[in-house]
């Protein structure tokens, strides 16, 4: 059975504060006043960072002129084993989605922090240069109708399955990496690769640390 495991939520957080047993933030299912957790400080649901740190995931698109569209994007993660979803409300890349149906999807690194932070403030309908701006450029994807930027070398060639209510489900065609982030094994490494996460808490860009355990090993410890 499919299952949806999002990695991104929101992108601000504001405080909110009570010194009494409940604060004034109430349950939105139930609009009851929210009861304070003994020990911690409560955001509320509206408020808090539903899950942190958030990938920074670059969707391009062809624009109907043919001109190569890219944002950012925080809210996304993975589907199904060749699936992934991503929150999108309206944007020129979602007038572009339900043109061709295709997307690309990179990953933002360390190297392109400013290039991709412009991205994802300027919209396209205002710019449709903005890929050319940033200083990328692209190649047309050989198995979807989507644009690769070559300056990100980590890319998933996506085809849309559905778009509904803002919520995009794309099925992964095919994932290409540039030879630079791959380690002996041919495999790719995030330590090669460097890419960046979004603080919601901070407002800012965070780069991955180093490994602190074994998937599927470290818990065998406690076994």
């Given at each position: 059975?499919?299952?949806?495991?999002?990695?991104?939520?929101?992108?601000?957080?504001?405080?909110?504060?009570?010194?009494?047993?409940?604060?004034?933030?109430?349950?939105?299912?139930?609009?009851?006043?929210?009861?304070?957790?003994?020990?911690?400080?409560?955001?509320?649901?509206?408020?808090?960072?539903?899950?942190?740190?958030?990938?920074?995931?670059?969707?391009?698109?062809?624009?109907?002129?043919?001109?190569?569209?890219?944002?950012?994007?925080?809210?996304?993660?993975?589907?199904?084993?060749?699936?992934?979803?991503?929150?999108?409300?309206?944007?020129?890349?979602?007038?572009?989605?339900?043109?061709?149906?295709?997307?690309?999807?990179?990953?933002?690194?360390?190297?392109?922090?400013?290039?991709?932070?412009?991205?994802?403030?300027?919209?396209?309908?205002?710019?449709?240069?903005?890929?050319?701006?940033?200083?990328?450029?692209?190649?047309?994807?050989?198995?979807?109708?989507?644009?690769?930027?070559?300056?990100?070398?980590?890319?998933?060639?996506?085809?849309?399955?559905?778009?509904?209510?803002?919520?995009?489900?794309?099925?992964?065609?095919?994932?290409?990496?540039?030879?630079?982030?791959?380690?002996?094994?041919?495999?790719?490494?995030?330590?090669?690769?460097?890419?960046?996460?979004?603080d919601a808490a901070g407002v800012c860009y965070r780069a991955l640390g180093d490994v602190v355990g074994k998937a599927w090993g470290?818990?065998?410890?406690?076994?």
């Amino acid at each position: 059975m499919k299952h949806i495991t999002l990695f991104a939520a929101v992108l601000a957080l504001a405080c909110c504060t009570n010194s009494g047993k409940t604060n004034n933030q109430t349950d939105n299912m139930n609009n009851t006043p929210l009861q304070e957790v003994a020990g911690r400080k409560n955001f509320g649901p509206n408020h808090a960072l539903v899950t942190t740190p958030q990938p920074c995931v670059m969707i391009a698109t062809w624009d109907k002129d043919k001109n190569p569209d890219v944002m950012m994007a925080a809210w996304a993660g993975q589907y199904d084993a060749k699936e992934i979803v991503i929150s999108l409300s309206k944007h020129q890349t979602t007038d572009n989605l339900e043109l061709t149906g295709a997307f690309t999807v990179s990953f933002a690194d360390e190297r392109t922090v400013k290039e991709s932070d412009y991205l994802g403030m300027v919209s396209g309908k205002n710019v449709p240069d903005k890929v050319a701006r940033a200083g990328f450029t692209v190649t047309p994807s050989p198995n979807v109708n989507a644009p690769i930027i070559n300056e990100y070398p980590l890319t998933l060639e996506c085809k849309v399955i559905s778009f509904k209510d803002g919520c995009l489900i794309g099925e992964v065609v095919n994932q290409s990496a540039d030879k630079s982030i791959l380690n002996e094994a041919g495999q790719v490494d995030l330590a090669l690769l460097k890419p960046i996460v979004f603080d919601a808490a901070g407002v800012c860009y965070r780069a991955l640390g180093d490994v602190v355990g074994k998937a599927w090993g470290a818990g065998k410890e406690i076994e």
